[in-house]
């Protein structure tokens, strides 16, 4: 079986494969102060409930977006599992080429999901990942990856209202039944839920005219869920992308 991580700012998520099969996922906070003994500990209890023994564990492969926290998970593995990760960074096969001015900066989170998505569906693709940043990346029909646009946020937008304003409360992400809010916080879903659908919406409009022919859109992240009820900008919904593509990433390497 494989571990794979994903080291995200906001979450770290683990998936256990056996060979392509997802056999469980997890997902934690992410936490920069943790010890490798405390997430360790926090990994192996995950695993136990769902009765799988860390001993039938082949291999690791991880990416991060908190080099810090690269630094902890590769101790981790060395440590408890007594194997080296395979890390997703420069130099390591991927299947797409990065057609960027500067290539080493793409966050590789983007990369391993524009490497799921173009082997899934072909391309061209446009991967939208609705995390702690909305990022859109663009894969192109024969491989390559060809840019796309950040935004902020759902979360970070809904915590920035609550935080930068007097009397606004937090709210929880719900999709509105109406534009029109009639109370504060339908008001605030409102604006938060649906103004982030309009930004989906014409970011993809516009990346859409400029590639020379349609391309599929999938979603991935903690809020694509919640986007996709509203929208038919949205074809396809994969919540397992990052991890998929660590598997598909690790098996070009390693496999």
């Known amino acids: ?37 405390e997430y360790a500990n926090l990994m192996f209890s995950l695993m136990e409930r769902q009765g799988i023994s860390a001993a039938k564990l082949k291999d690791v492969v991880t990416c991060s ?7 902890i998970f590769e101790e981790v593995c060395k ?8 890390i997703v960074e420069a130099g390591i096969k991927t299947g797409v080429r990065i057609d960027m001015d500067n290539p080493r900066e793409v966050g590789p989170d983007r990369i391993v999901n524009a490497v799921a998505a173009h082997q899934l569906y072909g391309g061209p693709i446009i991967v939208i990942d609705l995390g702690t940043a909305t990022t859109f990346d663009v894969v192109s029909k024969d491989g390559r990856y060809i840019g796309g646009a950040i935004a902020p946020g759902i979360a970070i937008a809904t915590e920035a209202l609550f935080t930068r304003t007097a009397v606004l ?11 029109i809010g009639r109370n504060t916080v339908a008001a605030m879903q409102s604006g938060i839920v649906f103004g982030y659908i309009g930004l989906i919406e014409g970011l993809v409009s516009r990346i859409q005219a400029e590639l020379d022919e349609k391309a599929k859109v999938v979603a991935t992240g903690g809020f694509a869920a919640l986007t996709t009820r509203a929208t038919k900008t949205i074809d396809i919904v994969n919540s397992d992308l990052t991890l998929i593509g660590l598997r598909l990433i690790y098996n070009m390497n390693r496999g």
Not at 65 to 71: S, W
Not at 81 to 86: C, E, I, Q, S, T
């Open 1 to 37: 079986m494989l571990l794979a991580i994903d080291i995200g700012n906001t979450n770290v998520t683990f998936g256990i494969f056996d060979g392509e099969t997802i056999k469980a996922t997890w997902r934690v906070s992410t936490a920069i102060h943790r010890t490798p003994d």
């Open 65 to 71: 977006v908190v080099p810090p926290l690269l630094i």
């Open 79 to 86: 440590r408890f599992l007594k194997k080296a990760p395979l």
């Open 169 to 179: 409360p937090r709210i929880e992400l719900a999709l509105p039944k109406k534009a």
